[in-house]
């Protein structure tokens, strides 16, 4: 009996066609990757005194971008092959392509801004709804996904609709890698929430609630601009209007090396609207800086604005929208990269047990030491299945309730699982692991710096139990 005749969810399989991909990608990510050390080292940047600055390591292992993007074919993947509203959205990757390419890209420590460009994508991908960018489009209800010339034509009249010309451009150049992007963390860390929470929370209580209540990256307060008495909070960094400005600083940043394009939110504590902004990092008035950070693969950063002007402003219901895109595209490949990780982790050190001999023994053989690694498979292969079934639910039921719960878990369990691998990869390697060439420092510090900056499993687990808690429609304190 099929699973249409009992009612019961497709079932999911991997296909010839993800084997190779996955394939291709690990090629491509274990050469770019190599390569990128070979210069590193032959630079003068390596040994064990670290002495070159993080900007510096950064900027020469995320190099290959455009290599990655372009040559072989990723940014089709993540960005689709069309800027025709229906097809662009079409032919772009499903969300277990776009996990097998996280996986793979975390498997090799690639620092390229792999993250930031799927988070963008899912914005652009929001964007071919064809909401507009004015706050009176959270009142009318929608009727279709691409509305008709006339319809756009009356909504005209009365706001401007999205600058949808200007997404395709964006689109266009971050298919070929001509621009690095990066995402301000906020995107990620800040709490979803509707506009009537966002308007009573930062009316009533504006930023001391917001900094105290909610776990996450440190914050930056931004001071209200002189033409506009508008201030942000918490790396947010825009402020609503066509003749507003923004001012203060955006911190943390992903993928902040050489990028050229910046994307994060921000609040009107007027009207508690919450907007998105793309900005240029050349722009007049805006400093990007990379900062030193434990992982030297991948690069955070800030930006610093005085009066900064929005290359695209993103409001209203749609904005609403493409956050929570963002988030969601976020988080899955956040999960499947710390998947990666783990597994390849767990392959080297399983590799490394079985041709060590200590005592006239491999060590692997040592019952403490194979206990170590049948624990590690057992939490590995958990974060899989958790993180593929929630690609799965993505792909077949994105807006089911249950999706949101599969993501929340996934997530919680590949943080987790990311961090005890490279943990164990580090003592069970014994002295070597910590030593300057050695990979499983690097895996380390890349582990703790994605839980630094998302807050951890400990934060999916809250979020986890909000969910379920919403679920089952609360319940007595």
């Given at each position: 009996?099929?699973?249409?005749?009992?009612?019961?969810?497709?079932?999911?399989?991997?296909?010839?066609?993800?084997?190779?991909?996955?394939?291709?990608?690990?090629r491509?990510?274990?050469?770019?990757?190599?390569?990128?050390?070979?210069r590193?080292?032959?630079?003068?940047?390596?040994?064990?005194?670290?002495?070159?600055?993080?900007?510096?390591?950064?900027s020469?292992?995320?190099?290959?971008?455009?290599?990655?993007?372009?040559?072989?074919?990723?940014g089709?993947?993540?960005?689709?092959?069309?800027?025709?509203?229906?097809?662009?959205?079409?032919?772009?990757?499903t969300?277990?392509?776009?996990?097998?390419?996280?996986?793979?890209?975390?498997?090799?420590?690639y620092?390229?801004?792999?993250?930031?460009?799927?988070?963008?994508?899912?914005?652009?991908?929001?964007?071919?709804?064809?909401?507009?960018?004015?706050p009176?489009?959270?009142?009318?209800?929608?009727?279709?996904?691409?509305?008709?010339?006339?319809?756009?034509?009356?909504?005209?009249?009365?706001?401007?609709?999205?600058?949808?010309?200007?997404?395709y451009?964006?689109?266009?150049?971050?298919?070929?890698?001509?621009?690095?992007?990066?995402?301000?963390?906020?995107?990620?860390?800040?709490?979803?929430?509707?506009?009537?929470?966002?308007?009573?929370?930062?009316?009533?209580?504006?930023?001391?609630?917001?900094?105290?209540?909610?776990?996450?990256?440190?914050?930056?307060?931004?001071?209200?601009?002189?033409?506009?008495?508008?201030?942000?909070?918490?790396?947010?960094?825009?402020?609503?209007?066509?003749?507003?400005?923004?001012?203060?600083?955006?911190?943390?940043?992903?993928?902040?090396?050489?990028?050229?394009?910046?994307?994060?939110?921000?609040?009107?504590?007027?009207?508690?609207?919450?907007?998105?902004?793309?900005?240029?990092?050349?722009?007049?008035?805006?400093?990007?800086?990379?900062?030193?950070?434990?992982?030297?693969?991948?690069?955070?950063?800030r930006?610093?604005?005085?009066?900064?002007?929005?290359?695209?402003?993103?409001?209203?219901?749609?904005?609403?929208?493409?956050?929570?895109?963002?988030?969601?595209?976020?988080?899955?490949?956040?999960?499947?990269?710390?998947?990666?990780?783990?597994?390849?982790?767990?392959?080297?050190?399983?590799?490394?047990?079985?041709?060590?001999?200590?005592?006239?023994?491999?060590?692997?053989?040592?019952?403490?030491v194979?206990?170590?690694?049948?624990?590690?498979?057992?939490?590995?292969?958990?974060?899989?299945?958790?993180?593929?079934?929630?690609?799965?639910?993505?792909?077949?039921?994105?807006?089911?309730?249950?999706?949101?719960?599969?993501?929340?878990?996934?997530?919680?369990?590949?943080?987790?699982?990311?961090?005890?691998?490279?943990?164990?990869?580090?003592?069970?390697?014994?002295?070597?692991?910590i030593?300057?060439?050695?990979?499983?420092?690097?895996?380390?510090?890349?582990?703790?710096?994605?839980?630094?900056?998302?807050?951890?499993?400990?934060?999916?687990?809250?979020?986890?139990?909000?969910?379920?808690?919403?679920?089952?429609?609360?319940?007595?304190?």
């Open positions: 009996m099929s699973s249409i005749e009992t009612g019961a969810p497709a079932l999911f399989e991997f296909t010839a066609e993800h084997g190779e991909l996955r394939a291709m990608l690990r491509l990510f274990d050469r770019v990757v190599a390569e990128a050390d070979e590193y080292c032959g630079s003068g940047s390596g040994g064990p005194t670290g002495s070159a600055p993080g900007s510096r390591a950064a020469i292992r995320s190099s290959g971008w455009r290599r990655v993007v372009h040559d072989a074919g990723i089709e993947l993540l960005f689709g092959t069309d800027q025709s509203l229906g097809p662009a959205r079409e032919s772009s990757g969300a277990i392509d776009i996990a097998i390419l996280a996986e793979e890209s975390g498997a090799a420590l620092g390229g801004p792999l993250l930031s460009a799927a988070m963008i994508a899912a914005l652009l991908e929001a964007g071919h709804e064809g909401c507009p960018a004015a009176e489009r959270s009142a009318r209800t929608r009727t279709s996904a691409y509305p008709s010339p006339d319809s756009v034509a009356r909504e005209r009249a009365v706001t401007p609709p999205v600058p949808v010309a200007r997404l451009e964006l689109a266009s150049r971050l298919r070929d890698g001509t621009v690095r992007p990066s995402v301000a963390a906020g995107v990620l860390t800040e709490p979803a929430v509707t506009d009537g929470q966002a308007a009573s929370k930062l009316k009533s209580g504006a930023d001391a609630a917001w900094r105290g209540e909610y776990p996450g990256p440190a914050r930056a307060v931004l001071t209200p601009t002189p033409t506009a008495q508008l201030a942000m909070h918490a790396g947010d960094a825009l402020i609503y209007g066509a003749d507003q400005r923004l001012s203060g600083r955006v911190e943390p940043i992903w993928d902040a090396c050489e990028a050229a394009v910046l994307v994060c939110p921000a609040h009107d504590p007027a009207s508690g609207e919450r907007v998105v902004a793309v900005l240029s990092t050349g722009a007049p008035g805006i400093t990007a800086s990379v900062l030193d950070g434990l992982d030297l693969s991948r690069a955070v950063g930006a610093d604005c005085a009066a900064v002007a929005a290359e695209l402003l993103l409001t209203g219901e749609f904005a609403q929208h493409a956050l929570t895109a963002m988030r969601t595209r976020g988080e899955l490949v956040l999960a499947a990269e710390s998947l990666g990780l783990a597994q390849r982790a767990l392959d080297r050190t399983v590799g490394y047990a079985r041709g060590r001999v200590q005592f006239g023994r491999t060590i692997g053989s040592f019952q403490a194979k206990h170590r690694l049948a624990d590690l498979v057992s939490q590995v292969e958990l974060t899989r299945s958790a993180v593929y079934g929630a690609a799965w639910a993505l792909t077949t039921a994105p807006e089911e309730p249950a999706t949101a719960i599969d993501l929340a878990v996934a997530a919680a369990l590949a943080a987790e699982t990311s961090v005890t691998a490279a943990e164990a990869a580090v003592q069970l390697h014994g002295g070597i692991a030593t300057w060439e050695h990979w499983a420092h690097r895996a380390l510090r890349r582990a703790h710096t994605v839980a630094a900056l998302t807050g951890g499993a400990g934060r999916y687990r809250r979020q986890l139990a909000e969910l379920l808690d919403s679920r089952e429609g609360g319940h007595d304190r």
